[in-house]
């Protein structure tokens, strides 16, 4: 087998055949530790421990999530992996599987297709899942999307409604990184700092923050993917309440390689305000890297990865709540991602 | 709410912006008995009684699966929740959830992509599942990903592996009817036999037999998508068996509409063989009815819903099973459908 499928990398998905082309993708992608029936039958079984499954699904297609001249196929599928598995550990759940759909060109060169299937199966290892089935077809670009499955191992889904006023907000992984890199892959100067385009290209979310965020007793959580003020405006609706951000407490996300990032693109485009302005736009704003954002108790003893930006306050009961404020004020401009406008 | 919706029906997905769309779609896809966390998180939560989860995902696009020349919203919202749906039962089990991925354009009417929800939820609830979540996006043409998930309470999953010489061959379900819709609807016939056309826009696939073959004790199944011979053949070769269909045993399939509508085709079409050859042609190689075919032991009494075809012997041990035989000959021309070709 792995001699026909080293023959046949050189084509395209139109040389391979569908059959030839699933084949090829499955041995690229671990079922993983929790899966009986994976690639192969009508559907797959995955393990269930806790007698419920989190799941969340999502699209990642060519043109508007990616870009085939920036990303590899590796990077798409690692990418497209962490979005969905992102939302189960956004909930408190454990990451046990996942089911991808591709579709693509009949003309796409099949070594794409394996470094998808590759890059998909490693971050899904990285999160300790495994990819359980899926679907292909053919289309005009593109298209991929997928199912990420998780356990809750008896624990309650931590939701985007149970912030209470006097609770702290933290954030697990990075702020910004994703909108820096992105700046700096359109403003053509990705080797300026690696790490952040890599976060662009290839996000990598600290899925164990999730169930640890659980464990601790957090009220509510959500996957930072529109960008922070957006998404913490999703848990301030939710729950009824008001957030506010001090820029104070983003001392540790603003500095290096963010600053330098800044400082590189303020001096080469249009952007009229200053390198801060600009590092503190991205943290606030740039969406896509995936952290973590949670709303805890004070009394909760955070671990060291989890950064109190906030706090939450009651909320202005004629809007039933959810303001976001930085440093008490609302913030001018858009705060994030919203698709169809 | 109501009135808000009925406004905004009347533009398209850009007036009504992505968040108004999840509303207007929420609203229209019943959650179902099992989900615990619904629409509106970053994943759902939904029962998983057996302590293991059935999950499959099929992609419909539009221009590969569907034309929405042809295709009502409705219709799409129908088929694309069957072929999942169809997926799980094909494994013995019981459906719980969907969920499901939208991108469209953003000129797309927003009734359309109501009466799509409306389609999706109607055959959810049909098959006793609700619609759990899921993700839109902007596209230059309709793409939909439906992931659907089921139960098996406590019944082992039923396999494509399992057929053993001896066991006899059942369908439920009709065979044809999808292609013979088709084949009206490519004809600008379709008023000659609206139950045709509606098979294969809205194909109804028998759910509750997969459970009920499970409990039979059917050795293999699956669901009926790619034409009778060419899913039958994955049955054989996932089993290292030979199956032989007997033409005589398919009266039942052969009749009316099928017939009446193979008289009316092969009258108008340039197709050189007989009504009679048209219609067999139709029942072993039609795709897209999404019936269900088992084995089972042949002391198995089976329910009048199942219709013996054919039969399962002893594989050829150099080809290592995979063969499929009509009446004892291999049948010429191509058995269905592969994606890439």
């Known amino acids: ?194 790490p952040l385009v890599a976060a662009h290209l290839r996000p990598s979310p600290p899925y164990e923050a999730g169930p640890e965020a659980a464990r601790l007793g957090a009220t509510a959580m959500i996957d930072i993917s529109d960008g922070l003020l957006v998404d913490l405006g999703h848990v301030a609706s939710a729950s009824g309440v008001a957030i506010d951000v001090g820029t104070s407490l983003l001392a540790d996300f603003l500095g290096d390689p963010i600053a330098l990032a800044a400082a590189a693109i303020s001096s080469r485009t249009e952007w009229a305000a200053s390198p801060q302005a600009l590092a503190l736009d991205w943290v606030l704003t740039g969406g896509e890297d995936h952290s973590l954002a949670a709303t805890f108790p004070p009394s909760v003893a955070l671990p060291e990865r989890w950064h109190v930006i906030g706090s939450v306050r009651a909320g202005d009961p004629e809007r039933r709540g959810g303001e976001v404020t930085v440093d008490g004020a609302h913030r001018p401009g858009p705060g994030g991602w919203e698709h169809f406008t």
């Open 1 to 194: 087998l792995e001699a026909e499928i080293t023959e046949s990398s050189a084509g395209s998905l139109t040389d391979l055949g569908e059959w030839g082309l699933i084949t090829a993708l499955a041995a690229r992608m671990p079922p993983g530790p929790f899966t009986s029936v994976g690639i192969g039958d009508d559907s797959a079984v995955v393990a269930a421990p806790s007698g419920s499954v989190v799941a969340a699904v999502d699209l990642s297609l060519e043109g508007r999530h990616f870009l085939r001249s920036w990303s590899s196929g590796h990077d798409v599928g690692v990418k497209a992996a962490a979005r969905s598995l992102a939302d189960i550990a956004a909930m408190g759940a454990v990451p046990t599987a996942l089911l991808v759909a591709l579709a693509a060109p009949g003309s796409l060169p099949v070594q794409w297709a394996l470094d998808f299937a590759a890059g998909l199966g490693a971050e899904a290892s990285r999160a300790g899942a495994g990819v359980i089935g899926g679907d292909t077809a053919q289309a005009d670009s593109v298209l991929v999307s997928v199912t990420a499955f998780g356990d809750l191992y008896g624990l309650t889904a931590v939701l985007r409604g149970g912030a209470s006023p006097g609770d702290v907000v933290a954030v697990a992984g990075p702020l910004g990184h994703s909108a820096a890199g992105h700046a700096l892959l359109a403003a053509e100067l990705p080797s300026l700092s690696e």
